[in-house]
């Protein structure tokens, strides 16, 4: 999803700038899920996602750009290149089209919207699927030897469902999210997923609850789309802090992560299952799961960059914002509270498509207090007192707060909320545009 000003305001270039505004006005809705504008404009430009040598196409609710992130890094360990599509991006738009490693230079970028924007017409088309076609585009000018593409909502009727036949698809954990678009249960949530499966097309599923796996079992059976599923066709566990993975070819014992995070080892089961797909070599497998870099998700932050921190304040950063996302920092933020003590305080903000109350309820006596912001730039950003409405039913201490930097420094210093506490830990948390704010103030992503 994407709100009209916060993308324009993170673009980068003003020729891009420019562009994105005048695309944003080709579609009044915020959100009106289609296929057929898409493929009028694909049809246009030639049909360029025909010409797309070996696609992954990875969908899900959870864990899709970190799983995406270690199937690159893997094919990239083998000596191969990448061309990926990813949603949203963080600070600037260029993120989310690489070619063959490299962020997408403004001048290619800028002749492929104006390409877009022409071919189309003045059609109503939404902003995504513009952008979509203008990354398939870069990609059949430009192939790689992998193409790997994110969804970026649902799946049935999201604008990257248009490659007739990828050599792999993988379904990341479902969960509730985006309900009002994709369907009040996470079985008809898992449905909207399941719309990527091809004929005769592999899945790698990820490890799911029991209804989703039943609707996939049960769609890809109907298309008759072979699945490689976690429980079934292979296992990953953590283990004395490696990663174990078996499937019928073997066992690996494989350096943990370098995401970090206990939900980053199901990520990498299901992405060492997709490089197996594709043929990679256990060494390569080791390499994408070591090598493999996602910014805002459990990032650690250096508090010089925030004047008047607490001293030897401990910041993280994630854009994790629904209910399974809240669960998995929790288990994250306990782990660390074991190891070292201290104070929790989350700055929190969030889109007003969210629900703070399900994603805070994790939080209920690990976290000393809530900041709750308005997300900068974002028109759609949920007003802070709502957040601290949500906080405070869930359970936890709560108030508003000015801006991210008034939040961090107004964390509770270390001993001072619980006896031996050292320095306070601050996750600021809640959306990827909060985090995208963040980053374009710190750094952008390279």
Same mark, same amino acid.
């Given at each position: ?132 076609? &203008? !990354?398939? *585009? /870069? #990609? ?7 193409? +790997? =593409?994110?969804?970026?909502?649902? @799946?049935? %009727? ?70 490689? &599923? !976690?429980? *079934? /066709? #292979? ?7 490696? +990663? =174990?993975?078996?499937?019928?070819? @073997?066992? %690996? ?70 209910? &399974? !996302?809240?669960? /998995? ?89 619980? &006896? ?27």
């Amino acid at each position: 999803m994407d709100d009209a000003g916060a993308v324009a305001r993170r673009s980068g270039g003003a020729g891009t700038d420019r562009v994105l505004e005048r695309l944003m006005g080709l579609h009044p809705k915020f959100m009106d899920l289609s296929l057929g504008r898409v493929e009028r404009l694909l049809d246009a430009l030639g049909r360029p996602q025909d010409a797309l040598p070996r696609v992954v196409h990875v969908a899900g609710t959870n864990g899709k750009g970190s799983t995406l992130a270690m199937i690159r890094a893997g094919v990239e360990a083998a000596g191969l290149t990448t061309n990926v599509y990813t949603s949203p991006h963080l600070a600037r738009f260029h993120e989310r089209i690489r070619l063959k490693g490299r962020l997408i230079d403004e001048d290619r970028l800028l002749a492929l919207l104006e390409a877009c924007e022409a071919a189309n017409g003045g059609e109503e088309i939404t902003f995504f699927e513009i952008t979509t076609a &203008a !990354a398939l *585009q /870069a #990609f059949a000018d430009a192939p790689a030897d992998v193409t +790997l =593409l994110e969804t970026g909502l649902g @799946g049935r %009727l999201d604008a990257t469902n248009v490659v007739a036949r990828p050599e792999l698809t993988a379904i990341t954990p479902i969960s509730m999210d985006h309900m009002q678009y994709l369907g009040d249960t996470a079985e008809k949530i898992a449905f909207e997923k399941a719309g990527i499966l091809k004929r005769g097309t592999p899945c790698v599923v990820a490890p799911q609850d029991a209804g989703p796996m039943e609707v996939l079992e049960a769609q890809a059976a109907r298309v008759g789309a072979p699945l490689i &599923a !976690a429980g *079934q /066709a #292979f296992d990953a566990w953590a283990e004395g802090g490696r +990663l =174990l993975y078996q499937d019928q070819d @073997g066992l %690996l014992d494989l350096d943990p992560p370098n995401l970090p995070g206990a939900h980053q080892f199901a990520n990498a089961g299901a992405a060492v299952a997709a490089m197996r797909a594709l043929g990679l070599s256990e060494a390569d497998c080791a390499a994408g799961v070591r090598g493999a870099r996602w910014s805002a998700r459990l990032q650690r932050l250096d508090a010089a960059d925030f004047p008047g921190a607490p001293e030897g304040a401990e910041i993280w950063l994630d854009g994790g914002h629904n209910d &399974a !996302a809240g669960a /998995a920092l929790a288990e994250h933020m306990a782990g660390l509270q074991e190891r070292r003590p201290a104070s929790l305080t989350l700055i929190v903000g969030m889109l007003e498509s969210k629900t703070p109350q399900s994603f805070l309820a994790h939080f209920q006596g690990l976290a000393h207090a809530v900041k709750a912001v308005e997300i900068p730039d974002a028109a759609a950003s949920l007003p802070a007192e709502a957040i601290v409405a949500a906080a405070r039913a869930a359970g936890l201490q709560a108030e508003a707060a000015s801006s991210v930097e008034a939040a961090v420094a107004s964390a509770p210093p270390g001993d001072g909320a619980r &006896a031996g506490e050292g320095p306070p830990r601050i996750l600021i948390c809640g959306s990827l545009y909060l985090a995208g704010w963040l980053l374009r103030r710190i750094g952008p992503p390279s």
